[in-house]
């Protein structure tokens, strides 16, 4: 990467543009996204470790399409071990589907429904063979307390587990024209017994064309997992590995202190077979201290999170964009790779964290927005869908992250808060999945690597160059969705 102007200070997302550079390819399909840093991720992004973000159906969500989601610190380690369990024992193509028996009632029904961008349940019987469906516009106008039994319907169309075998791209372009066929959104897949296997959606098959699902050497779904620095952490992340996480994350608020080295030296002495991240750094020292004490893949950032109060607390962080460069810079040179961690909230910063050399961006609050992130579906008072977002050093996962410790060292240490604990991040009404805000970022990223004339990630970073632009600049990029 290289600046159009020499930057006098440092910069954040908006500060900076990319500038189109002559382009010979043809095609944003041509693009490979996929980061070289040893994870096995097809595409760059990895949803953060925070409780409002990270659960099981956002890993299993992410892995099949390629990106990876971090299990927070917060998780018991054998709560992690169950959930490491269920997503490798998920299909890699098929999307878990939501099932319910004819005498559950439409109310179970549409609050399952909300866990999933589906937009319909399954009805089965006790040996899971598939009767019918049931759809959220079933459920309009009827008693909430009706059995699915009344409203269910026939499947408009029903997939059988056979036809995935063979090639897999010709088998899903019959399938996406067997949807067309049949007008349906929504199809249970069956095994020769009826049986329900799985689900898929016309556009999860259209997505499985274009996205590679994040695979370990056994063809299962991808994991990662965070670690915090405190107690035993050597116990901690064996138990980890031993649940077949993929990715290990050492995390704390500041990366660059002794008891992280402590913590990443216990960790390599597991001679770890996946690769170890830590943070959050934001300069080159803090990245050559990290990868001396073990790390692979460092994590930048401090304050630019959406839930984070730690600048405005402490005066404590630095411009997400120079952070980024600068860290990933010291990283290539010592062989080691970088995360962009935080303040993502348009595809455009994760191109541009991407082109200052990070290797994956993580996401946070804006996933909290989506169907697959652990909370409950909230409507506020003029019927927006929402849910519920909060930091994990807020008071709120603090007292959580305590619980098991007395009340004098719970109150010590709910002193230092450094998050909000409770945000709203309202669902995008046409993009309520975390599928869409893949597909909305990897478009924007493979438009901007072909603007580049960039076939990979590290020809983008080697070929983007970047402006500095002042709020103004910023500001006209900006669409206009009604008269000035
Ligand atoms: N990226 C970011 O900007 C930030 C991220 N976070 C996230 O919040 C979560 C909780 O992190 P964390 O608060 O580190 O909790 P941890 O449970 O990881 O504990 C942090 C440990 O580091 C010690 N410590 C020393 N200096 C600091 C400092 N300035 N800030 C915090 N701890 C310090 C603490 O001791 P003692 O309590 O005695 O001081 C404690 O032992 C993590 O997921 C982290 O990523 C939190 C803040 C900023
Ligand atoms: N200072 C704090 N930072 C936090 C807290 N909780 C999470 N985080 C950091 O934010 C990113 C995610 O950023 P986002 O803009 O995508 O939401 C996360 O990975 C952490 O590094 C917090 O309570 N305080
Ligand atoms: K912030």
Known sequence: MRFLNEPSTDLTYSDVFLVPSRSDVVSRLDVDLSPQDGTGASIPVVAANMTAVTGRRMVETLARRGGLAVLPQDVPVEVIAEVAAWVKDRHPVYETPLR????N???DALHLMAKRSHGAVVVVDGGQRCLGEVSARDCEGVDRFASLESVMRPTLLTLQASMFTGELVPALRKVFELFDGAGAA???VVDDDGVVQGALTRTGVLRSTIYRPALDADGRLKVAAAVGINGDVRAKAAALLEAGVDVLVVDTAHGHQAKMFEALRAVRSLDPAVPVV????VGAGGVRDLVEAGADIIKVGVGPGAM???RMMTAVGRPQFSAVYECAREARRLGAHVWADGGVRYPRDVA???AAGASQVMIGSWFAGTHESPGDLLTD?????YKESFGMASSRAVQQRTRTEGAFERARKGLFEEGISSSRMFLDPARPGVEDLLDLITSGVRSAMTYAGALDLEQFHERAVVGVQSAAGYEEGRPVPQSW
Do not use: Q, Y
């Open 100 to 103: 319910l028996r004819p005498d």
């Open 105 to 107: 009632t439409v109310i």
């Open 186 to 188: 929504f199809a249970p």
């Open 278 to 281: 830590a943070g959050n750094v």
């Open 308 to 310: 984070c109060t730690t």
């Open 352 to 354: 541009l964290a991407l």
């Open 381 to 385: 008072s003029s019927g927006r869908e």
